[in-house]
């Protein structure tokens, strides 16, 4: 959109042009970074679940001052001559493709009504449209509950599907996460996405976690450069709830870019304690859900310190898990299966919080090729290495937890 903008910046000044944008991002504040960075000057609307149900982007829509779409498909150097210096009639004749129709305000417990009632796969998405882009996150259990009524009266509905994935992503990073939120996003995308090839919006969600092998481009490299832009203007950039790391930042690569030289083993002989008390829990998520042979997926392992020790003790010692980061970070060890590669075997997370102690998630990405001769699942072993202190001021540890990795393999 920087393309616009410029050659749309002086009517919009002289007040002969009002621009408005709808992003499909998964998460709104990107947009709005992005637009900071480049000054963008016009509002910007959020549809995470492709509400307009958009096959590609961007997709430029020209309507006239009656709310008449005169041109879906303007271009920059003829969007003048073609529509701003135009004069057109109050009435919708001719080859005009839409009118703009009044605008209702969304209620949805008369949807949820409607969708009981009707019992139909598009009544109970229209209810889970409504509390997904409205409800906030109080509401997108409800979200995924109406798109999960949508799936089972029409296991092919593709937009039920993917919009089900965005609630999922979004409770994943939500207070309210559920073990297997993002896995189930990923399946979720991924089942959309067979139902509808075409579907550009979709496959880009996918990409954006995935392999850096599927990546048409880098989706987030330039979040760095954009805040250090913005401060440099003595502005304070747009604060990022969810910071991109890992897949959303890796470059596209031609070919599978396996470990070269030999890495060590940090606890070859199992001497490290284990993590017995499950200070910190680990999830697993493999993007795309399910790996063709012979090719590769990204795997995520994010590890968290556990919510459910909060006010346990052990031997008096209370349970609180917390970081330490005033010690080396955390490292994970992987120990494929042979015709399995994977892109390191030692892997290292981020640098930690500037802050003795903290409760953050961390994520720990790598990639793995899959056999070409693979025919079942794979399977295999890791370990995360990492200090922790019981509560803050509290007795530290350096603790190992082992690590079940399974990646799915099918067509």
């Known amino acids: 959109m920087p393309v616009w903008h410029a050659s749309t910046r002086e009517a919009v000044k002289a007040g002969k042009l009002v621009v408005l944008g709808v992003t499909q991002e998964q998460h709104a504040e990107r947009c709005r970074l992005f637009a900071q960075w480049k000054e963008f000057d016009w509002p910007i609307l959020h549809d995470p679940i492709n509400l307009l149900e958009s096959s590609a982007v961007p997709i430029v829509v020209a309507i006239d001052e009656f709310g008449i779409v005169r041109d879906t498909r303007p271009q920059p150097g003829t969007f003048a001559e073609k529509f701003l210096e135009r004069s057109f009639a109050d009435d919708a004749a001719g080859d005009v493709p839409a009118r703009i129709g009044p605008v209702t305000p969304i209620d949805a417990e008369a949807l949820e009504a409607e969708a009981k009632r009707e019992k139909s796969a598009a009544a109970w998405r229209r209810y889970g449209d409504a509390v997904a882009l409205w409800g906030g996150d109080a509401k997108v259990s409800a979200a995924i509950g109406a798109y999960g009524e949508a799936i089972e009266l ?179 060890w992987i120990d494929p299966p042979t015709g399995t590669a994977v892109s390191a075997r030692l892997v290292e997370a981020g640098d930690p919080p500037a802050m003795a102690v903290s409760d953050e998630e961390r994520t720990v990405d790598f990639e793995v090729k899959i056999a070409g001769d693979a025919r079942e699942d794979v399977r295999f072993g890791a370990y995360a290495l990492y200090h922790v202190c019981d509560d803050v001021g509290g007795e530290c540890r350096f603790l190992r937890l082992d690590i079940e990795v399974v990646v799915p393999v099918g067509k």
């Open 154 to 332: 029409d296991a092919k509905d593709a937009r039920a599907y993917f919009r089900r994935g965005v609630a999922m992503r979004r409770r994943y990073e939500s207070t309210d996460r559920r073990d297997g939120d993002f896995q189930r996003a990923i399946g979720d995308w991924g089942a959309a996405l067979a139902l509808d090839p075409n579907q550009y919006i979709w496959r880009r969600r996918i990409q954006q976690y995935g392999p850096r092998l599927d990546k048409p481009y880098p989706f987030y490299d330039w979040v760095g450069e954009a805040e250090a832009a913005i401060r440099a203007r003595g502005e304070t950039p747009i604060e990022l709830t969810v910071r991109p790391g890992g897949a959303e930042i890796a470059r596209p690569a031609r070919e599978f870019a396996a470990e070269k030289g030999a890495a060590v083993n940090p606890d070859a002989e199992g001497k490290i304690t284990r993590d017995a008390a499950g200070m910190i829990r680990a999830e697993v998520i493999v993007v795309p859900r399910k790996v063709k042979p012979g090719e590769s997926a990204r795997v995520h392992v994010v590890l968290r310190p556990s919510a459910e020790l909060a006010g346990q003790e052990l031997a008096g010692q209370k349970l609180a898990a917390h970081w330490n980061n005033e010690a080396e970070r955390l490292r994970l």
